[in-house]
């Protein structure tokens, strides 16, 4: 297994999702309420941006070749719209100018994240960036705000999604709930084709080149 495979879990849904979810824990166990709120609203807005570009794409072939463009990483978004809001919250347990260092930490690993989806012929270029681009509209909000979490609330960042990857079978939930999710908007939509692409590198020219392909729906 390459490097890469090792480092892409950690922007998979499967880990991204409960990691959101004790963020917005932690907000809410800390009082402040409003800001746990904002934090579901805007990275469940993200989330429904990434599913619409995939669903576009899927079942009705949107995309932009010539800029290599076929949708949203939805890794890159959910990586830089958490890790550096988990990051700060985390660091602020020593003090503010602690804070903004988690911050910057969390951004290098989204931006550590990116490098992997390219390398790894996982996203193109304009994919990755579209997707850092939701994510950062999604957490440009805190820059300025300077967490006051107790340690107990911020061991909820955590100790809870530590919980339940170890306790949930996430990939055996996930999985089949994003299928059988696909199946139904397929029918929604009155979809009759589903499309594909391929990221591969080209053994000749040593260019990356991508494939799409087309499947007729029964």
Known sequence: MTLWAHVIPFGDSTWTLPLAVSIAVALLLGGDRARAIRWLACFGAGIALIVAGKLAFDLGGWCLPSIGFYSISGHAMQTTAIYPLLFMMLFSAVGPQAARWGFLLGLAASMFMAVTLLAGNYHTLSETLAGMAVGAMVVCTYLRWQPSLRPAHLSLLVA????????????????????????????????????????????VSGTRRVSVRLRRLS
């Open 160 to 203: 809870l999604p530590v919980a339940v990857v170890l306790l949930v079978d996430m990939h055996g939930t996930v999985n089949p709930t994003k299928a059988a999710l696909w199946q139904r908007a397929a029918v929604w939509l009155g979809a009759t084709e589903q499309y594909t692409r391929q990221i591969y590198t080209d053994p």
